[in-house]
């Protein structure tokens, strides 16, 4: 177990490097840079100007010294400086993390919440009209945009009750917070609810016809043990790993819901960053999701050790 | 048009007469609340182009001369003192002096004086080490020589020669006087001013705050304990949000002729003012990119456009043909209809100037069978794309395939600057409506933002001229002289002026939208809310 922790974290530096320059080249391969957004708001662009500022800004370096520069500074904790607001990357970046992880961490709560007890009441009503509602409930989670659903439902909440639930910062009190952001995590984990609950279904469909399920009906134990305790627990490890990926995804997932319901999160900064070509913000946001993406596989991998006792990572 | 010119007439002479909203006993405290529509470039109004800087931050300084806050029109008469407590003109009207009210202080405690205002004049000018990054009306100030201090609290702009509007470009919202002692990095992320309101904070794509400033040298003002700008990007949620009462404002401009009709009905008490933007659609055309060279195939592209059909389609019948100038009756220097008929391409008879048009493209060798295909490029925005697609189809009627291109938005400037594109569709918003910022920033050889790069000597000859005239009658006539140039050479076909409202809630008082510039009225020190 040791040796594959050890491989793991060297295979974990290896592709977090490979990405570090991935992402440093693909955002510069983007048309225009800062210069040109920086100018664009004046509706204008001076030539010589816009020398002087590539100059200050470091971007007349060739692109070894760029980066050479960046996963240096990275190495030592300096992320630079945002090119756009001039303050210190680190400053913009992470005040941005904690709302954007309170967002993901409740849309991944309401997802398992529903999608796991529902998709098993699912599967154990098999063509039943409760499995029929939870599948169209599941095929509409997937198919309406979060964007549309967010809108409707501010919409909603505008006409019945005369309020509009946006961010707002300082509401003073953690309950509030959640409260205030528990309506785009719903809007949000609805979609990851409805593939979670179509996962739980079918992996359970599947276990359930194994013979130890009907081998523990005949032991006489009872329908939720043999529900939760048997079944569950056999069919649970593709929805780990689903719950998983989704996790990883729901940073870049939550651009549209963070537009929609106005929250000040890392998602939404990101395409603005990219929108204008704020390379500090960029790739060390970008860098932030791929360690976010690598260490959540990472738990999902050793949570496989936990729930199956079969799976051992031994050489 | 007969109802609008009348209710124009009603609205001029109401902004002539007197002040535009009846004095009310005013409450002091409350905090502002409005919506910002985009991510704000920086806070450094002399830097920046745009609305999204000047909305917010002109409440943190003062200028030298203001148009009047309470008055709708823009006008030399409606330009009152602000840090200038008087002005007066030499014998050879080359010579500008202000003299400069006392005990004034910057935000930061420090006295302002004669200096700070060579300072900014000196930086927009070019002339001090500490210069602005851009400076995008640098050509405003072209005939300015220099600015002389005499002792603490009198300054003299020396001119080449005399500018009839001189005065006009020191009362806009783009003109105010900036400290000597902060650098001009430090304007754009924590500004100082002498105005109403200081900057507390800017929290990039979230929020920026300003808090009364309670050293303001008009005692008893600003009403208002802060203006607190929520940055919404999404418009159906900004527009949701003023709806539930979580606004005081709308930003400015935000609510387009369809979506007033949902706000109105959404929020009936809402008060909303629909005024031009002083924004222009105009096409551009690269004469340097072959066949457009060709003076005749421009020609034939100007005689296609519907000018009626553009402004039914995107702005519900609400906008105004025009040429270079805002049209009347909010418009000061523009043509009334009955002129502008006369010019190249506005007749009333589209389809009689169309097959005028067709004429030409076929004695050039092209057909429906053999049509120029070209690409018509245009910003990746809504505003500029809607326009480009009806131009595509109008310019179809005369043989010319169109192909929509749209460029990324932060790139626009730059790649029409470098001249990469053939044809395009353009806005041009204009600071203050006056002929030499709009005729030099546009049309004059030596500006940087003639994004045409439309170069006349005999023309910048007439746009010379114009401006030494004091006479406003028979500098109206050279007006209209260039806008028939401009219309023969097609420098930058004006398609439309757009309108655009803007609402707040009746119990937000004291505020006057100005109708004939979008830049100009966001000092916010006469506002005040009666909850």
């Known amino acids: 177990m040791g040796a594959y922790l050890i491989r793991r974290l060297l295979l974990m530096l290896v592709t977090l490097f490979g990405m570090s320059v991935l992402i440093f080249v693909m955002l510069r391969l983007v048309p225009g840079n800062i210069t040109d957004i920086i100018f664009d708001s004046a509706g204008f662009v001076n030539p010589a100007a816009k020398k002087k500022i590539e100059r200050q800004l470091g971007l007349d370096q060739p692109i070894v010294t760029q980066y050479v520069s960046w996963i240096s500074g990275l190495a030592r904790g300096d992320l630079g400086y945002a090119y756009v607001s001039e303050k210190p990357a680190i400053e913009e970046i992470l005040p941005r993390i904690p709302v954007t992880a309170k967002l993901a961490v409740l849309a991944l709560v309401f997802s398992v919440l529903f999608g796991v007890p529902l998709g098993v009441m699912s599967a154990v009503r098999q063509n039943t009209a409760l499995d029929y509602l939870l599948r169209v409930i599941s095929l509409s989670g997937l198919s309406l945009p979060s964007f549309w659903l967010g809108l409707l439902i501010l919409m909603a909440f505008v006409h019945w009750f005369g309020w509009i639930p946006i961010y707002k910062s300082n509401t003073g009190s953690l309950w509030h917070d959640l409260a205030l952001l528990s309506i785009p995590a719903a809007a949000v984990g609805f979609r990851s609810s409805a593939l979670v609950m179509r996962l739980t279904r079918s992996s359970m469909l599947e276990v359930m016809r194994q013979d130890y399920i009907r081998t523990a009906r005949a032991k006489g134990a009872s329908e939720p043990a043999v529900n939760y305790d048997h079944a569950l627990r056999n069919a649970v490890l593709p929805v780990v790993t689903i719950i998983g990926i989704e996790a990883a995804f729901l940073i870049g997932g939550l651009i549209v819901t963070e537009t929609v319901f106005n929250i000040p999160g890392v998602a939404r900064f990101l395409v603005e960053a990219i929108r204008w070509r704020d390379y500090p913000i960029v790739q060390n946001l970008v860098m932030f999701i791929a360690i976010v993406v690598v260490v959540t596989n990472f738990i999902v991998d050793m949570l496989y050790v936990v729930l199956d006792p079969r799976i051992k990572y031994e050489e | 048009?007969?109802?609008?010119?009348?209710?124009?007439?009603?609205?001029?002479?109401?902004?002539?007469?007197?002040?535009?909203?009846?004095?009310?006993?005013?409450?002091?405290?409350?905090?502002?609340?409005?919506?910002?529509?985009?991510?704000?470039?920086?806070?450094?109004?002399?830097?920046?182009?745009?609305?999204?800087?000047?909305?917010?931050?002109?409440?943190?300084?003062?200028?030298?001369?203001?148009?009047?806050?309470?008055?709708?029109?823009?006008?030399?008469?409606?330009?009152?003192?602000?840090?200038?407590?008087?002005?007066?003109?030499?014998?050879?009207?080359?010579?500008?002096?202000?003299?400069?009210?006392?005990?004034?202080?910057?935000?930061?405690?420090?006295?302002?004086?004669?200096?700070?205002?060579?300072?900014?004049?000196?930086?927009?000018?070019?002339?001090?080490?500490?210069?602005?990054?851009?400076?995008?009306?640098?050509?405003?100030?072209?005939?300015?020589?220099?600015?002389?201090?005499?002792?603490?609290?009198?300054?003299?702009?020396?001119?080449?020669?005399?500018?009839?509007?001189?005065?006009?470009?020191?009362?806009?919202?783009?003109?105010?006087?900036?400290?000597?002692?902060?650098?001009?990095?430090?304007?754009?992320?924590?500004?100082?001013?002498?105005?109403?309101?200081?900057?507390?904070?800017?929290?990039?794509?979230?929020?920026?705050?300003?808090?009364?400033?309670?050293?303001?040298?008009?005692?008893?003002?600003?009403?208002?304990?802060?203006?607190?700008?929520?940055?919404?990007?999404?418009?159906?949620?900004?527009?949701?949000?003023?709806?539930?009462?979580?606004?005081?404002?709308?930003?400015?401009?935000?609510?387009?002729?369809?979506?007033?009709?949902?706000?109105?009905?959404?929020?009936?008490?809402?008060?909303?003012?629909?005024?031009?933007?002083?924004?222009?659609?105009?096409?551009?055309?690269?004469?340097?990119?072959?066949?457009?060279?060709?003076?005749?195939?421009?020609?034939?592209?100007?005689?296609?456009?519907?000018?009626?059909?553009?402004?039914?389609?995107?702005?519900?019948?609400?906008?105004?043909?025009?040429?270079?100038?805002?049209?009347?009756?909010?418009?000061?220097?523009?043509?009334?209809?009955?002129?502008?008929?006369?010019?190249?391409?506005?007749?009333?008879?589209?389809?009689?100037?169309?097959?005028?048009?067709?004429?030409?493209?076929?004695?050039?060798?092209?057909?429906?069978?053999?049509?120029?295909?070209?690409?018509?490029?245009?910003?990746?925005?809504?505003?500029?794309?809607?326009?480009?697609?009806?131009?595509?189809?109008?310019?179809?009627?005369?043989?010319?395939?169109?192909?929509?291109?749209?460029?990324?938005?932060?790139?626009?400037?730059?790649?029409?600057?470098?001249?990469?594109?053939?044809?395009?569709?353009?806005?041009?918003?204009?600071?203050?409506?006056?002929?030499?910022?709009?005729?030099?920033?546009?049309?004059?050889?030596?500006?940087?933002?003639?994004?045409?790069?439309?170069?006349?000597?005999?023309?910048?000859?007439?746009?010379?001229?114009?401006?030494?005239?004091?006479?406003?009658?028979?500098?109206?006539?050279?007006?209209?002289?260039?806008?028939?140039?401009?219309?023969?050479?097609?420098?930058?076909?004006?398609?439309?002026?757009?309108?655009?409202?803007?609402?707040?809630h009746p119990h937000l008082k004291g505020f006057v939208l100005h109708a004939n510039s979008i830049y100009n009225n966001w000092r916010f020190e006469d506002v005040w809310l009666d909850k």
């Open chain 2, 1 to 504: 048009m007969p109802l609008k010119r009348a209710l124009g007439c009603v609205l001029v002479t109401a902004a002539i007469c007197g002040s535009a909203v009846p004095a009310l006993a005013q409450k002091s405290g409350g905090t502002l609340r409005i919506y910002h529509r985009d991510n704000l470039p920086s806070g450094s109004i002399h830097e920046e182009a745009t609305i999204s800087t000047v909305q917010p931050f002109m409440g943190v300084f003062n200028n030298l001369v203001i148009y009047d806050q309470q008055k709708k029109l823009n006008a030399p008469e409606t330009i009152v003192p602000d840090l200038a407590e008087s002005w007066a003109w030499d014998a050879s009207k080359t010579k500008l002096t202000f003299k400069l009210r006392q005990g004034v202080k910057w935000h930061d405690g420090k006295p302002f004086t004669a200096k700070d205002v060579q300072c900014t004049w000196n930086k927009l000018t070019g002339k001090d080490n500490d210069d602005f990054r851009k400076n995008p009306r640098a050509i405003w100030w072209h005939n300015l020589k220099e600015v002389t201090v005499n002792g603490d609290h009198e300054v003299t702009f020396n001119l080449n020669r005399p500018q009839a509007s001189f005065l006009s470009l020191f009362a806009s919202g783009y003109t105010p006087v900036y400290p000597c002692h902060v650098s001009t990095k430090d304007m754009r992320t924590n500004p100082i001013g002498t105005g109403p309101f200081k900057f507390v904070e800017f929290k990039r794509g979230e929020s920026v705050r300003f808090a009364r400033n309670p050293d303001y040298w008009k005692k008893g003002q600003p009403y208002l304990d802060g203006i607190e700008w929520k940055v919404i990007e999404n418009r159906s949620t900004r527009i949701l949000a003023f709806v539930a009462g979580e606004f005081d404002m709308t930003f400015n401009a935000d609510v387009t002729v369809p979506l007033l009709k949902d706000v109105t009905s959404q929020a009936p008490k809402a008060i909303c003012e629909l005024v031009p933007t002083y924004v222009s659609t105009n096409l551009i055309i690269n004469p340097k990119a072959a066949p457009f060279n060709d003076p005749k195939i421009r020609k034939a592209m100007a005689l296609t456009l519907d000018r009626k059909a553009y402004i039914d389609i995107l702005s519900g019948g609400k906008a105004d043909i025009s040429g270079v100038m805002l049209p009347p009756p909010e418009g000061l220097w523009g043509m009334p209809p009955e002129e502008l008929q006369k010019l190249p391409g506005y007749a009333a008879d589209v389809e009689k100037s169309r097959a005028e048009a067709r004429k030409i493209m076929e004695s050039l060798g092209y057909s429906e069978a053999k049509p120029l295909k070209i690409k018509v490029s245009t910003r990746n925005i809504a505003i500029y794309r809607d326009p480009a697609v009806i131009l595509i189809d109008q310019l179809k009627k005369i043989y010319i395939d169109g192909e929509l291109e749209v460029i990324d938005t932060s790139i626009w400037h730059a790649k029409v600057t470098r001249g990469e594109y053939s044809v395009g569709l353009n806005l041009t918003g204009v600071g203050v409506d006056d002929p030499d910022v709009n005729l030099y920033e546009n049309y004059s050889c030596n500006s940087e933002r003639n994004l045409t790069q439309y170069c006349n000597k005999d023309l910048d000859a007439l746009i010379d001229k114009q401006s030494q005239e004091t006479d406003a009658g028979k500098r109206k006539q050279l007006v209209w002289e260039i806008e028939r140039k401009l219309a023969e050479d097609l420098a930058r076909p004006i398609i439309m002026y757009d309108r655009a409202a803007t609402c707040w």
